[in-house]
């Protein structure tokens, strides 16, 4: 048997005020069974090393001054392996409040629905390529929730849609995947830079500086995986990056980097979105470059970016 795991988290699911533009993040690494297991191994490896153990879960939210090196030295290992497996896919699916959703529905409700919408058309498992694996076994690995209704029928979705195969789902505790942190703080780095988190606030600390340039050393290592699968210059965090239609249907799994929009059927256009509509906007982006390229002992392991990022 010839198994695929799939790997899920959600993020930047609750409510902020002001509201974030970026929402409704889902993240999912997947890859073979053996690769997978390989990977968390690895992860766990780098974790025992840390300078300074961590008591609690990997978490982006938790990140401070004193674990900068030891997320670097996480999101290297991560990295690193990554470009040696080419067969370790990643997909990004979140929401833009440019195109407001219209509809009805509990938040709640609203949260799993699009869950669903993301495990239903983000992997192409359902392409000619991925046929030719000959894969017979789908693991899903998702974070746990506490609500059994909705995570059911979830499921059931889920297994109804990908009746082909045999699929088998697990709600996991996160704590104990050091690839669901992993993906928390893939999650976390893209909301917190797109949202403009570190400029938001009216008391900038180092560690903001530093969470700021660690977000930046993600998006530039993501760019430089993406160069080399694609042969692409430009990295986007924040817009469709995967021809996933027609004749290009088979890069749905191809790729190692696919990210997606999803604009609901239900939406108006709220362009006071665009930087270029909203000065508010155009002033946090000035000040994101500002902190970005702001010199701070506590992260001057992010050196090696600040050249590049005067240049973005």
């Keep these: 048997m010839k198994q695929y795991q799939i790997l899920a988290d959600e993020g930047w699911t609750h409510l902020d005020n002001p509201p974030n533009r970026y929402h409704y993040f889902f993240v999912s690494l997947f890859a073979p069974s053996d690769t997978i297991s390989l990977l968390e191994q690895q992860l766990k490896m780098c974790n025992e090393a840390f300078e300074h153990p961590h008591k609690n879960e990997i978490k982006w939210s938790r990140l401070n001054g004193r674990y900068f090196s030891d997320y670097k030295k996480l999101i290297d290992t991560f990295f690193n392996f990554w470009q040696e497996h080419d067969e370790l896919k990643y997909r990004q699916f979140f929401m833009d409040r440019k195109y407001k959703y219209t509809g009805e529905g509990n938040p709640k409700d609203i949260l799993f629905m699009v869950y669903y919408q993301f495990l239903k058309h983000s992997f192409g498992f359902d392409s000619d390529y991925f046929k030719a694996l000959g894969v017979d076994s789908l693991l899903f690995k998702l974070d746990n929730y506490s609500d059994k209704q909705r995570k059911q029928t979830l499921s059931d979705y889920v297994q ?37 988190k570190c400029c938001k606030k009216e008391i900038v600390k180092p560690q903001d500086i530093c969470k700021l340039k660690l977000a930046k050393y993600i998006q530039k290592r993501l760019e430089s995986i993406q160069a080399k699968d694609r042969n692409t210059k430009v990295f986007h965090w924040y817009e469709n990056t995967g021809g996933v239609k027609g004749a290009y249907y088979d890069n749905r799994h191809r790729y190692k980097i696919v990210i997606w929009k999803f604009i609901p059927r239900e939406h108006v256009i709220d362009n006071s979105w665009e930087h270029g509509s909203n000065p508010e906007i155009k002033r946090l982006k000035r000040k994101q470059k500002y902190w970005t390229n702001k010199r701070s002992e506590q992260c001057n392991m992010f050196e090696d970016i600040d050249k590049e990022s005067n240049n973005v």
């Design 160 to 196: 109804s849609f990908y009746n082909s195969f045999n699929v088998k789902i697990n709600f996991i505790d996160s704590k104990k995947s050091y690839i669901h942190q992993i993906i928390d703080i893939l999650m976390g780095a893209c909301g917190y830079y797109g949202n403009f």
